[in-house]
């Protein structure tokens, strides 16, 4: 790339009517659904069909009580971090194509914490 051209836009594509995109920079998929971010880091995967998408966002949902008591066991060494400061989920679906599984990392504040791999 030259001292003067524009850098390359990152590609979309819309399924379903959900806007995918790729992050040139950092190899990976990402798309938002009912304010979930999910993404995958492989150059190639499957993307699930919508109803399996909210069936994951319901799987997660459901799950939300065991999350919240994971992540209140590990801030108990942390005084000054709260639980309640705001919650963002981050679901990879990299290997869903494979074995059906997702894992979703969870955020009340600017540390992400991994909640482990799920299978659907």
């Given at each position: 790339?030259?001292?003067?051209?524009?850098?390359?836009?990152?590609?979309?594509?819309?399924?379903?009517?959900?806007?995918?995109?790729?992050?040139?920079?950092?190899?990976i998929w990402?798309?938002?659904?009912r304010d979930?971010?999910?993404?995958?880091?492989?150059?190639?995967?499957?993307?699930?069909?919508?109803?399996?998408?909210?069936?994951?966002?319901?799987?997660?949902?459901?799950?939300?009580?065991?999350?919240?008591?994971?992540?209140?066991?590990?801030?108990?060494?942390?005084?000054?971090?709260?639980?309640?400061?705001?919650?963002s989920y981050?679901?990879?679906?990299?290997?869903?194509?494979?074995?059906?599984?997702?894992?979703?990392?969870?955020?009340?504040?600017?540390?992400?914490?991994?909640?482990?791999?799920?299978?659907?």
């Amino acid at each position: 790339m030259g001292l003067f051209s524009k850098p390359k836009p990152n590609p979309k594509i819309i399924v379903e009517g959900i806007e995918i995109g790729f992050d040139l920079k950092h190899d990976i998929w990402s798309f938002k659904l009912r304010d979930i971010e999910f993404m995958a880091v492989e150059n190639l995967f499957k993307l699930p069909a919508k109803p399996e998408l909210e069936t994951i966002l319901a799987e997660i949902e459901a799950l939300k009580p065991e999350m919240r008591s994971r992540l209140a066991k590990e801030l108990a060494g942390w005084p000054n971090s709260k639980l309640d400061t705001g919650e963002s989920y981050l679901v990879d679906i990299t290997e869903f194509g494979q074995d059906r599984s997702f894992r979703v990392c969870w955020s009340n504040d600017p540390k992400w914490g991994d909640m482990g791999r799920l299978h659907h």
